[in-house]
């Protein structure tokens, strides 16, 4: 389940009552997207901060990432939605 640490799987049982262990693939793809996005916004925010440009294909990329990443976001949630 992902818990290493028998202290952390009783607090966890404890708290809970069960461990749910989500296995969709759109969501590593999602947070793959969501990484690589982050991580351009922070390199634009330096170059700006330090006195640079923004080029437009770089803002154009991160749109499409982000677009891609809703979409995802979406099946995750429809996948979701059909578990009882």
Do not use: W
Not at 2 to 9: K, L
Not at 32 to 49: D, F, G
Not at 51 to 71: A, F, H, M, N, Q
Request: aromatic residues 6%; glycine residues 10%.
């Amino acid at each position: 389940m992902g818990i290493h640490n028998m202290s952390a799987y009783i607090r966890k049982m404890c708290i809970d009552g069960y461990i749910v262990q989500l296995q969709i693939k759109e969501l590593d793809e999602c947070a793959k997207l969501l990484r690589y996005t982050s991580n351009n916004v922070n390199q634009i925010a330096r170059r700006v901060n330090s006195g640079g440009g923004v080029y437009p294909d770089e803002v154009d990329e991160i749109c499409g990432k982000l677009t891609e990443v809703s979409g995802l976001f979406g099946s995750i949630l429809e996948q979701l939605s059909k578990i009882k």
